[in-house]
């Protein structure tokens, strides 16, 4: 959340209105009396040209042990960088494993990229570090698959157009026809790709090819399909897929008959990187609400949208700002 | 959530599943190995024809005393209805006001309206009670307000069109002209209304032209403007407000920035009925989410417009049911 | 949560606070200025005396069909009964099961009970009925059961003194000596059985010679044994427990560990009726709260103490204000 | 809730279980089938002794600006540290204010205790830092301060038995003698001051010599007298007050009462930081619960004291672990 607070827009501050503290010389007078406007004025506008430009992510996992802040603190500083934000995690103190999310202002980072990368790697060697960085103006391509359903495809795309995601969406990828119309007139393009038994691995080659090499992420917006551990395999990055379960709870078909029949009193949704194993990957994002004994599966079914849109929506956006990293099978989301 | 429960489809039995309880043999035998063909077609038909064209709901208040559910449910039987559900509540046991929603299905209900009508209306007298019946037949006609934020009015089309609302759009009217494009490819009538200080009252004139005796609810999607006394008066029919805080707290412009800046740790969403006194009206819904003091104003409205989306959406529903009552500025909502 | 709406205090009334509208001639001045003694003498003297004695509980289900509540509800008006308040659900409205609880207040009802009942039993015949009665006056005798953990236990002894619970504590039993003093502190009976697994038959019949006949509620508060198929059938009597996970997730033992294993972003705590299937009887209530990677298994457990006290609480609330039925293995909640 | 993670049970390794991770040699067989006793063994052992005595926390706040986090971070590695969690926090990247808590395990602290502190200081004073070290072995002397209401009052003193809160309790206050017993049977020193209009003063100077010098943190267990600013400012230390609502709604007296009046569909509870101005101090923590029309006065009440009780344990338990900042009248709860 952190990394959203600095870029405040310029028109803000002319309404007179300082966020964080300071003077705020009659909000109402200046800006005029209707309320849209001053809102829409103060908060909508992107993000400062400067600001994106100059930002990176800096994700790192090593053994833990002493000056490891130290020694990648020192390194940004002398680079000239402006912390933004910064996370750690360990395992544990003194034997675990040690987990760090830095999130920094450079001036003219794009020029100094290659020798900004070429020092930071020496410094990695040091504490074998696993590292990576992300540069904020270099946004995500992202495919997404789904079947019929389409509250998570098109949530996803709002949210998109309102500037809630950074990404690109490279192409939507369907088993079915139906949603072609709504995702085409986004202008986003629609590949249709039917599956049955027999087609599937065809079907798999196919959505290989639209997607290896141009997407960094695939997610999986209620695509009803298991995707085979081969295509998982090749498909050369990180896939994230909603359950509408609270899992490990019912997972496999039919999560909300099965939850009817249980008789939970709650009902959940779990946003996931896909495994091999169905269902079992690593969590990145969960969600509930409260149910009663009068709720029919249809009812659960609609109570679960809304749940399975937030939650797919939030793990996105968490995966999109580089804030997961994995470790035997659990999630660090800082 | 009750009356939804009976209609259930019926290739849900030709897949073999009885959801509520009974055999249930080998469903995925049956239906084949789609996961998204099964859910599709055991839970996503509409209810048939045969439910809503016979079901009614009648709402009751009237001073509480012996005698009153017994009367109500003997005439129910008398007529042949079979009660679906059935919720009451008292403000006292012995000197309160009581208020009843009943929904029942009567077969060849459209033939004996009249009658039924008629005959009610002298049970009601003796007990001297306000009451109304609504048929579930009769989709009630709704105006949407917005300005220029979107999530609330497009939240609203996307779940009519999913069949969640049981409403029909008469037209979205828009203080702006930007949302224009959206609505009409939904084939939805939008009209601008430009408002400034000035030519509010020729504004609202125009508007309540529109609306008057051709709505029969008014959803104010975000609309930014406040509505006058004279116009609430005059457009004759319930109005629904979405306030973007957790009402009493944050009533007025800007709830966000006020919220960021008394630092409240959850922030909230309320939906209420227009009246008179600004952002005071009865309470149908709320909702909160947790946020911290790394949270911008441009997070909070973002987390917001979710919280918005479900506390609007659920209010409008539970009004379309015909579940909301209301008792000295305070809801019943059964 | 209705049925504890009648029998406001006098005191409020001397205080001219009228809660349910009406007049309030000046709270504050008649009061004097003290918050807390306003608070104690309007809201937390118990019930007048003339509430718990005439009111009952009537359980029904049967078959569904026409005409049921208007019998019930006709039976009530004919003995002079004013209902409280009455909720009913239906598992399908043509070919269902119909449940019903109704409570009702009927003065002289502790002298009128026999014929009553012989009376109602008639009625009952018609329809199908399965049906019980309870009288609010007469406190269910629970016996509860715990190991060395006394977070569950000592809550439901607070709460049981504060009057939140109606109910007679028979007596504690532990396998473990520790809670001794604290149960006893308060004058409740403590019976130390230690198990092992080879006195687990004989101290299970131990146990059943203290609960049978003397107990009509069992509560397992954090009790870690499990209790033989046979206990189960010879106790007469329902058996709660509290499981400290969201079932089905993390079913058996050591479910925090699992949970932290699983990496999962909320932890849940279960409250369900005993069945021979260890963790899978009827869910009577279940809550969740958030957590992190940076949760220990050690911070699960602290977080799920607070969540296992409530759920308990709140299930053996409902169940002992009458408000749960069980069928084909899920709960009706009322 | 990092700090909590190192200083595993040695026990639990003796179990052959390795939480985060590892081996884990079957857990059943090792540890015998009794899964209280496994659980008991492996997670409610207190932290190892060499845990706490060399812990310190770091708190910061200074001027943003580039290099902070290097220079501190450089400081610990210097001095031996291990860094065990570290947070930071700026209202603005560019001219913002810069806020840091670190904790960290230093070995022979306690004998390097003055050195340290000396050296830092020269740190802080380039930087222009306010800072303050906490040991985690030094626990904070806490006086409570109740009327009537018992559930605050003894929630936190059995979390502090069952070692949920790093404290000593130096007393309880109480304007009423109600809770002596329970008090002192737990060994806590139990003071009646009665409050009149009149007697105020003097009781707050009686309180006053009670706490000044003695305590470091007063927390207001539901103690319904209003302290004065003169008491707020001789006191010398942080106050907390739970208020039973969501603020900033329903500031004030009778909190649950004008909820009900409100209609309101969530009631909360609030802790925050007391000061001259009444409920309008930093908040540390808020939660709520949904409640629906049919809940009286007595209700919500019922249902706010388990609020109540989560929400200022949580504060209390972040205030002692040197969690909460306050900055601008909004706290940053790390």
Redesign the interface.
């Known amino acids: 959340?952190?990394c959203?607070?600095?870029?405040?827009p310029s028109s803000a501050r002319e309404c007179g209105?300082s966020?964080?503290?300071g003077t705020r010389p009659d909000?109402?007078g200046v800006c005029g009396?209707?309320?849209?406007e001053?809102?829409?004025m103060?908060?909508?506008v992107p993000e400062p040209a400067h600001g994106a430009a100059h930002t990176a992510r800096l994700l790192i996992s090593c053994p833990d042990g002493?000056?490891i802040?130290?020694a990648v603190?020192?390194f940004?500083?002398e680079q000239?960088?402006?912390?933004?934000?910064?996370?750690?995690?360990?395992?544990?103190?003194?034997q675990?494993t040690f987990f760090m999310r830095t999130a920094f202002?450079l001036p003219k980072l794009e020029h100094a990229r290659l020798s900004f990368e070429a020092e930071f790697s020496e410094l990695a060697k040091r504490f074998g570090m696993d590292w990576r960085i992300f540069y904020a103006r270099e946004r995500k391509r992202v495919a997404l698959m789904a079947?019929?359903?389409?509250?998570c495809l098109?949530d996803l795309l709002?949210r998109h157009r309102?500037g809630?995601l950074e990404m690109e969406v490279v192409c939507v990828i369907s088993?079915?026809e139906q949603l072609r119309g709504e995702v085409e007139?986004l202008g986003v393009a629609y590949h249709h790709i039917p599956v049955t038994?027999d087609s599937k691995p065809r079907a798999e080659a196919q959505a290989l090819q639209l997607i290896s090499g141009r997407a960094e992420l695939v997610v999986l917006a209620r695509y009803?399909?298991i995707l085979s551990a081969e295509f998982l395999q090749r498909v050369g990055c990180p896939v994230i897929n909603i359950h509408h379960s609270?899992?490990?709870?019912?997972a496999g078909?039919?999560p909300?008959?099965r939850a009817?029949?249980?008789?939970?009193?709650?009902i959940?949704a779990t946003a996931h990187y896909a495994t091999d194993e169905v269902d079992a990957g690593?969590?990145?994002?969960?969600?509930?609400q409260?149910v009663?004994?009068?709720?029919?599966?249809?009812?659960l079914?609609?109570v679960g949208r809304?749940l399975e849109r937030?939650v797919l929506a939030r793990a996105v956006r968490s995966h999109l700002d580089d804030r997961v990293l994995v470790?035997?099978?659990?999630?660090?989301?800082f």
């Open positions: 959340m952190l959203a607070s600095w870029g405040r209105v966020v964080a503290g909000r109402r009396w209707w309320a849209d001053l809102c829409a103060s908060y909508l002493p000056g802040v130290a603190s020192q940004l500083f000239g960088a402006n912390i933004v934000s910064s996370d750690q995690y360990s395992t544990h103190p003194e675990g202002y079947s019929r359903e389409d509250h098109l709002w309102r809630e088993n079915h007139k038994p009803m399909q609270f899992l490990p709870a019912f078909a039919q909300y008959l009817y029949e249980r008789g939970v009193k709650l959940g690593p969590i990145i994002e969960q969600d509930v409260r009663g004994h009068g709720y029919t599966v249809e009812d079914e609609r809304d937030l470790h035997q099978g659990r999630t660090i989301v």
